[in-house]
C-alpha cells in the first residue's frame, strides 16, 4: 500500500461547498410550523427569586407557550456530571454542582445569564418582545466576584447548603520540595495573575429540535462537539430511550470547547418543550447571549515558587493556586489538572507540588477552551524560567536547554495524575530539537547580537522571546469509524465524531484513499450523525484526528483485507500478488488481470443464492480506537515585537513555532489549526479580556468593548515541523489543534518584557492590554 | 458608577426645594416619565421611557426621599428595572444659598448598574447618564423661572416642559459632542467632503480635457 495522500497538502474536500454558501449549518435548518424560543435571562449575578408571574406573556398574541421551572415538574433537575472528578487522587475534595434547567422561585440566581424562563412564540421578535412582559420579583443578594473573597468567612454562599464556596481542593506531590528547596541556591516565588477570555467562535450556539409524535421520535440539530454523548445525556434527561432520539451536528462554524459543554439548559429546556407541545422549535443565541450564557475560561492566580542551583538547574517547583469554575461545576477538574499536567512542560523537574483549590463565583461557568488549562501552565513555568534567567544572569535559551528532558529519555513518567485519571506519561518527543529549530528559524543569535543593538540605537524598542511547552493531545476513551465500499466504486466513511472546520472530510478519506486505492474525492465522510454512528465520545482536547483517524485506518485496513480476499477468490491469484490502483484491484505484474471495486461490492452482497456459513455482507468494517494514554505533543515558539512607547501598542513583527505532532496527516489542515491557535494565542496575550464589575456584572458583553485581534494585527506565522512518531497509535500522530494558543501569551509576555528592557518591567499577568502595559511602565517608572 | 456635579439656579432656594419635592414638576422635567405617584411624602413610584444609545425601553422604579433637611439637603435612592437592565443608586443633594438669589445645587451620587445596560451600554452610560441630569436640572430651572415670574406678576405659571423628542436631541447632541471631539472622527467628517470636492473636480476637469 502506498501512502499518496497520508502527509501530503491537498486541499480539502469540504471547502467548495463552504465558500459558496451551500454547506448546512444549524440555522440553514427550517420545518414547517417551526417556532422559535428566546430566554428570560438574569440581570443579576446574586439573587434570590421570590416569585415569576408570566401571566402577561402567555396572553401576549404569538406566544404559544411561557415555561418556568414550575412547569417542568420533575424533569427540573441539575444536570449530569460530565466528567468524573479525579478520585485516584488522594485526599481529593470534590463538592459537585452541576447547572438547572432554569433558576427557581424560592431558590437563587447564581450568575448573569442564568435562565428563568423560557418563552415558544410564532418568531423570535414576539418571543423577545415576551420576555419583557414576564415579571420577576426578586431580592438582589451581593455577589462573590473576587477569587480569594469567594474563601473567607463571611462571603456570600453561591451554594447555600454546601457552606463554604469551596469547590475542590487537590494536592499531588512527585519527590519532596521542601528538601529541593532546602538544598537550592536560589528561590524565587512570585504571584502570577490569569484572567478570563471568551472562546468567540463564529457560530454562536443554535439548535433546531423537532419532536415526533406519531413515530414516537426526537431530532435535534446541534451546534455541539460531542453529538453521542449529547444524545445520550439528553434523552436520558427526557426519559426517552437513546434509539428515539437523533442529534445531528452538521457544519458548526468553530467549536474550540464550549461546545462539548452538554446538557446545557437550553439544550435540556428545548428537548422538554418540544415534546410538550409537539412542534418544532429554533433556538440561535446572539452574542450578548454568547458571551454571558455560554462556558468560558481562564481565571487562575498562582503562588509559585522555583528552586535552582547556582547554574541553573532547577532542582523543585511548588505551585499553590486558585481556580474559578464559575456558578457551577459540571466539567469536574478538567482544567486545573491540565494546567497541573502542564506546569511542568518539557522540563526535567525532580521535585514538584501542585495544588489547587477550586472555588464558585457569581460568574459564568468555566469549561475548556481552547488550550483548556494547559496554557496557565505553561505560562507560570514560563515566567518562573524567564524570572530564574534574570537572577542568575542566563540566557533565557540556555536555561530552557539545560532543563529540558532529554531525547532518549522516552517514555518518561511525570509522577502526577492527569486529566484522563491515569499517570502522567510522555510517550515520545525531541524538546531540544524544537528549542533549537525555533531558535534557528527566528535568527536568535543574530537578533540578540546585531539586529536588536541596531534598533534600540535607533531608539525603537523591539524584543524577543522564546517559550517551550508541551501539549497533552489525543486522550481516550476510545472513537469509532465504519468504511464501506459501495456497488458504484466509491466509499463511504462515517464516524461518531463531529466537525467544527478541522478537516475531518479531508484528513479522513486521506487515510482510507491510501488504504482502498481509490481517489481521496470518492472517500464520502459522515460525521456528526447518532444515526449513522452511534458510539463514541467527540471533538476536544484536540484527539480527533488521531483517536478517530486511527479508528478510520483500523476500519480501512480490515476493508482492504475483505477486498483483497474476495479479489484473490475472483481473479485466482494469491493475495500478495494483488494491488488496488485507482479503484481496480489487479495482478500486480498482469494489471489486465483486473476487478473493479465496484464489482466486487456487488458481487459480496449478493440478492439471490447462498452464502458461505460466518459470512460478513459487503465490504464494509466498523473498528475502534482506544489509546493506552494521551500523546504528548510538543514545541517551542519564538516572536519578535516593536512597542511602541507613546500607545504603548504591541506589534508582533515575527512568529514562529517549531511544533511536533507525530506523523502528520495533512500539513495543509496541520497549518491551518496552527494559524487557528496561534491567533486565539494572540488574543489572549494582548487584545481579549472579560471585565467584571464587583457585582458580578460582565462589562464587555459585545465585540465593541471585547477585542478580537483582526488579520491585519496578526503576524505571517512562519511554521517549523518535527516529526516524533508517537508509540501510542498505529499512524504514530499526536494533535496539534491547541498547540498554538498554548505558549503564546507566555511567549509574548516575554517579548514585551525584552523590548522594554530598559523600563525594567516585570509582568506578572496575562492578558495585557495597552492600558495596562501603560500602568506597568507608569509603576515601574515613576 | 460616580455622578457627581453642580448647578446654579435662578432663583431662591425655598423656591427650587418646592420645585424638587414636587412629583408633578418632577414627572415633567425628566421627559419620558409615563407616570410619578406618591404613595407617601417621601415614597414615589413610577414609570419611565428611557434611550440611551440604542436601547430604549420602559423602567418601573422606586424613589425614596430620606435624610430631609429642608430646604438645604436630602438624599434621593432610586431602585429601577426594566428590560434593558437595571440601575440603583443613592444621590445626595444639597442647596446653597447665593447671594444674587440664585441657588448652588451640589450632588453627589453612586450608581450601580446591570443588564444590558451595563454589559453593552458602557461606552454611552457616562455621557448619557451625566447629560439627563443637566437637561433634567436646567428643565427644573426654566419651571422655577416660570414660577417665579408669575409670582411676582401675579398670574398663572405660563411653562412649557421639553418633549419627549426635544430632550432625546439633547442627549444626542451631548453624546455626538463626546464622539466629535475625538481627533479620528473629526478627521473623517474633514476628510469625506475633501474627497468629494476632489473627485467633483477631477469629473470637471475630465470633462474638459475630453
Known amino acids: 500500500m502506498t501512502a499518496q495522500y497520508v502527509g501530503q497538502r491537498i486541499t480539502r474536500n469540504e471547502d467548495p461547498r463552504l465558500l459558496t454558501g451551500q454547506a448546512l449549518f444549524v440555522d440553514d435548518v427550517d420545518l414547517p410550523g417551526m417556532l422559535h424560543a428566546a430566554f428570560l435571562r438574569s440581570d443579576y449575578a446574586h439573587a434570590r427569586i421570590k416569585s415569576i408571574d408570566a401571566t402577561a406573556a402567555r396572553s401576549r398574541p404569538g406566544?404559544?407557550?411561557?415555561?418556568?421551572?414550575?412547569?417542568?415538574?420533575?424533569?427540573?433537575?441539575?444536570?449530569?456530571?460530565?466528567?468524573?472528578?479525579?478520585?485516584?487522587?488522594?485526599?481529593?475534595?470534590?463538592?459537585?454542582?452541576?447547572?438547572?434547567?432554569?433558576?427557581?422561585?424560592?431558590?437563587?440566581?447564581?450568575?448573569?445569564?442564568?435562565?428563568?424562563?423560557?418563552?415558544?412564540?410564532?418568531?423570535?421578535?414576539?418571543?423577545?418582545?415576551?420576555?419583557?412582559?414576564?415579571?420577576?420579583?426578586?431580592?438582589?443578594?451581593?455577589?462573590?466576584?473576587?477569587?480569594?473573597?469567594?474563601?473567607?468567612?463571611?462571603?456570600?454562599?453561591?451554594?447555600?447548603?454546601?457552606?463554604?464556596?469551596?469547590?475542590?481542593?487537590?494536592?499531588?506531590?512527585?519527590?519532596?520540595?521542601?528538601?529541593?528547596?532546602?538544598?537550592?541556591?536560589?528561590?524565587?516565588?512570585?504571584?502570577?495573575?490569569?484572567?478570563?477570555?471568551?472562546?468567540?467562535?463564529?457560530?454562536?450556539?443554535?439548535?433546531?429540535?423537532?419532536?415526533?409524535?406519531?413515530?414516537?421520535?426526537?431530532?435535534?440539530?446541534?451546534?455541539?462537539?460531542?453529538?453521542?454523548?449529547?444524545?445520550?445525556?439528553?434523552?436520558?434527561?427526557?426519559?426517552?430511550?437513546?434509539?428515539?432520539?437523533?442529534?445531528?451536528?452538521?457544519?458548526?462554524?468553530?467549536?474550540?470547547?464550549?461546545?462539548?459543554?452538554?446538557?446545557?439548559?437550553?439544550?435540556?429546556?428545548?428537548?422538554?418543550?418540544?415534546?410538550?407541545?409537539?412542534?418544532?422549535?429554533?433556538?440561535?443565541?446572539?452574542?450578548r447571549e454568547n458571551f454571558l450564557a455560554t462556558t468560558m475560561e481562564r481565571g487562575q492566580i498562582h503562588d509559585v515558587e522555583i528552586a535552582l542551583t547556582r547554574d541553573g538547574q532547577i532542582l523543585g517547583l511548588k505551585d499553590v493556586f486558585i481556580h474559578d469554575t464559575g456558578a457551577y461545576n459540571p466539567y469536574a477538574l478538567t482544567v486545573p489538572l491540565n494546567t497541573q499536567t502542564h506546569t511542568m512542560g518539557p522540563y526535567e523537574i525532580p521535585n514538584f507540588h501542585t495544588e489547587f483549590k477550586v472555588v464558585f463565583t457569581n460568574k459564568m461557568i468555566v469549561t475548556p477552551v481552547r488550550g483548556a488549562g494547559r496554557p496557565q501552565g505553561v505560562f507560570v513555568m514560563e515566567r518562573m524560567m524567564d524570572l530564574a534567567a534574570q537572577e542568575l544572569g542566563m540566557n533565557p535559551v540556555e536555561i530552557r536547554r539545560k532543563n529540558m528532558i532529554p531525547a532518549d529519555a522516552f517514555p518518561h513518567e511525570q509522577g502526577i495524575i492527569g486529566q484522563d485519571f491515569a499517570q502522567l506519561i510522555y510517550d515520545s518527543g525531541d524538546y531540544p530539537a524544537t528549542l533549537e529549530k525555533a531558535r534557528q528559524m527566528i535568527g536568535y543569535d543574530q537578533f540578540v547580537k546585531e539586529e536588536q543593538p541596531r534598533f534600540r540605537a535607533e531608539g525603537k524598542h523591539v524584543g524577543i522571546g522564546v517559550a517551550c511547552f508541551t501539549e497533552g493531545t489525543a486522550v481516550g476513551p476510545y472513537e469509532g469509524a465504519r468504511v464501506t465500499v459501495e456497488s458504484s466504486g466509491k466509499v463511504s466513511l462515517v464516524t461518531g465524531v463531529g466537525t467544527q472546520g478541522q478537516g475531518h472530510f479531508t484528513s479522513f478519506a486521506q487515510?482510507?484513499?491510501?488504504?482502498?486505492?481509490?481517489?481521496?474525492?470518492?472517500?464520502?465522510?459522515?460525521?456528526?450523525?447518532?444515526?449513522?454512528?452511534?458510539?463514541?465520545?467527540?471533538?476536544?482536547?484536540?484527539?480527533?484526528?488521531?483517536?478517530?483517524?486511527?479508528?478510520?485506518?483500523?476500519?480501512a485496513a480490515s476493508v482492504r483485507a475483505k477486498i483483497l480476499k474476495h479479489a484473490s477468490k475472483a481473479l485466482g491469484a494469491p493475495e500478495k500478488e494483488l494491488e488496488i490502483v485507482n479503484g481496480q484491484v489487479r495482478v500486480a505484474d498482469i494489471p489486465e488481470k483486473s476487478i473493479s471495486l465496484s464489482e466486487l461490492a456487488l458481487r459480496a452482497n449478493p440478492m439471490r443464492g447462498s452464502v458461505e456459513p460466518g459470512t460478513e455482507p459487503g465490504l464494509e468494517s466498523t473498528q475502534y480506537f482506544g489509546p493506552q494514554y494521551g500523546a504528548t505533543a510538543a514545541g517551542t515558539v519564538a516572536m519578535i515585537v516593536e512597542v511602541d512607547t507613546d500607545t504603548l501598542l504591541v506589534e508582533v513583527k515575527r512568529f514562529v513555532i517549531a511544533h511536533d505532532c507525530g506523523t502528520v496527516l495533512n500539513p495543509l489542515i496541520v497549518d491551518g489549526q496552527v494559524h487557528g491557535g496561534v491567533s486565539m494565542g494572540i488574543g489572549q496575550s494582548f487584545y481579549e479580556q472579560l471585565v467584571y464589575d464587583e457585582n458580578g456584572q460582565l462589562l464587555n458583553a459585545s465585540f465593541a468593548d471585547y477585542l478580537l485581534p483582526r488579520s491585519t494585527d496578526m503576524p505571517h506565522i512562519e511554521i517549523g515541523h518535527l516529526c516524533t512518531p508517537s508509540p501510542l497509535n498505529p499512524m504514530g500522530s499526536k494533535g496539534v489543534g491547541e498547540a498554538g494558543a498554548i505558549p503564546t501569551p507566555a511567549c509574548f509576555v516575554q517579548a514585551v518584557e525584552n523590548a522594554l528592557a530598559d523600563y525594567k518591567l516585570e509582568i506578572l499577568e496575562t492578558p495585557l492590554s495597552p492600558n495596562r502595559l501603560f500602568e506597568l511602565v507608569q509603576a515601574a517608572n515613576p | 458608577m460616580k455622578l457627581d456635579g453642580e448647578y446654579l439656579f435662578n432663583g431662591p432656594r425655598e423656591e427650587v426645594w418646592k420645585l424638587v419635592r414636587d412629583p408633578d414638576v418632577l414627572?415633567?422635567?425628566?421627559?419620558?416619565?409615563?407616570?410619578?405617584?406618591?404613595?407617601?411624602?417621601?415614597?414615589?413610584?413610577?414609570?419611565?421611557?428611557?434611550?440611551?444609545?440604542?436601547?430604549?425601553?420602559?423602567?418601573?422604579?422606586?424613589?425614596?426621599?430620606?435624610?430631609?433637611?429642608?430646604?438645604?439637603?436630602?438624599?434621593?435612592?432610586?431602585?429601577?428595572?426594566?428590560?434593558?437592565?437595571?440601575?440603583?443608586?443613592?444621590?445626595?443633594?444639597?442647596?446653597?444659598?447665593?447671594?444674587?438669589?440664585?441657588?448652588?445645587?451640589?450632588?453627589?451620587?453612586?450608581?450601580?448598574?446591570?443588564?444590558?445596560?451595563?454589559?453593552?451600554?458602557?461606552?454611552?452610560?457616562?455621557?448619557?447618564?451625566?447629560?439627563?441630569?443637566?437637561?433634567?436640572?436646567?428643565?427644573?430651572?426654566?419651571?422655577?423661572?416660570?414660577?417665579?415670574?408669575?409670582?411676582?406678576?401675579?398670574?398663572?405659571?405660563?411653562?412649557?416642559p421639553p418633549t419627549e423628542t426635544e430632550f432625546a436631541g439633547a442627549v444626542a447632541k451631548d453624546v455626538a459632542g463626546g464622539v466629535l471631539s475625538i481627533a479620528e472622527v473629526r478627521m473623517v467628517l474633514y476628510i469625506v467632503p475633501v474627497v468629494a470636492v476632489l473627485i467633483l473636480l477631477a469629473l470637471i476637469l475630465s470633462r474638459c480635457g475630453g
Not at chain 1, 118 to 131: F, G, N, Q, T
Not at chain 1, 264 to 272: F, H, K, R
Not at chain 1, 526 to 550: E, I, Y
Not at chain 2, 141 to 155: F, H, I, M, Y
Request: charged content about 20%; overall charge negative; aromatic content about 6%.
Open chain 1, 63 to 287: 406566544v404559544v407557550a411561557v415555561y418556568t421551572a414550575e412547569d417542568m415538574g420533575a424533569f427540573w433537575k441539575p444536570g449530569p456530571l460530565l466528567v468524573p472528578a479525579p478520585h485516584s487522587i488522594k485526599d481529593l475534595v470534590f463538592n459537585q454542582r452541576t447547572q438547572i434547567p432554569m433558576a427557581r422561585a424560592g431558590d437563587k440566581v447564581r450568575h448573569v445569564g442564568e435562565p428563568m424562563a423560557v418563552v415558544i412564540a410564532e418568531s423570535r421578535y414576539i418571543a423577545e418582545d415576551a420576555l419583557a412582559d414576564i415579571v420577576v420579583d426578586l431580592e438582589p443578594l451581593d455577589a462573590v466576584v473576587d477569587l480569594f473573597r469567594a474563601l473567607e468567612p463571611d462571603a456570600p454562599l453561591i451554594h447555600d447548603e454546601l457552606g463554604t464556596n469551596l469547590a475542590s481542593y487537590v494536592l499531588q506531590e512527585k519527590g519532596n520540595y521542601e528538601q529541593a528547596r532546602a538544598q537550592a541556591d536560589v528561590v524565587i516565588s512570585r504571584r502570577i495573575v490569569i484572567d478570563r477570555g471568551v472562546a468567540a467562535a463564529l457560530e454562536n450556539r443554535g439548535y433546531v429540535v423537532q419532536w415526533n409524535a406519531r413515530e414516537q421520535e426526537l431530532t435535534m440539530w446541534a451546534t455541539t462537539q460531542a453529538p453521542i454523548a449529547l444524545r445520550n445525556l439528553v434523552s436520558a434527561t427526557l426519559g426517552i430511550s437513546e434509539n428515539q432520539m437523533r442529534v445531528i451536528a452538521p457544519f458548526v462554524g468553530g467549536g474550540f470547547g464550549p461546545k462539548i459543554m452538554l446538557c446545557q439548559p437550553e439544550e435540556v429546556l428545548l428537548g422538554w418543550a418540544t415534546m410538550k407541545l409537539n412542534r418544532p422549535i429554533k433556538y440561535i443565541e446572539d452574542r
Open chain 1, 511 to 555: 487515510i482510507v484513499a491510501d488504504q482502498l486505492g481509490v481517489d481521496v474525492r470518492d472517500v464520502r465522510v459522515v460525521t456528526g450523525d447518532t444515526a449513522q454512528f452511534h458510539w463514541g465520545t467527540g471533538t476536544f482536547a484536540s484527539r480527533g484526528a488521531t483517536v478517530a483517524g486511527n479508528a478510520v485506518n483500523a476500519a
Open chain 2, 27 to 160: 414627572a415633567t422635567a425628566l421627559p419620558g416619565t409615563q407616570s410619578l405617584n406618591k404613595i407617601s411624602d417621601t415614597e414615589f413610584e413610577g414609570v419611565m421611557h428611557l434611550k440611551i444609545g440604542p436601547m430604549a425601553g420602559d423602567f418601573t422604579g422606586k424613589l425614596v426621599v430620606s435624610a430631609e433637611v429642608p430646604p438645604e439637603s436630602c438624599t434621593l435612592t432610586v431602585d429601577g428595572k426594566g428590560a434593558a437592565g437595571f440601575a440603583k443608586g443613592v444621590g445626595h443633594v444639597q442647596l446653597i444659598e447665593q447671594a444674587d438669589g440664585k441657588t448652588l445645587i451640589k450632588y453627589t451620587g453612586d450608581f450601580q448598574v446591570g443588564g444590558k445596560l451595563a454589559s453593552t451600554g458602557q461606552r454611552m452610560i457616562d455621557t448619557v447618564s451625566k447629560s439627563m441630569v443637566r437637561q433634567g436640572l436646567e428643565a427644573l430651572d426654566k419651571a422655577l423661572q416660570a414660577r417665579v415670574a408669575a409670582q411676582a406678576e401675579n398670574r398663572p405659571v405660563e411653562y412649557k
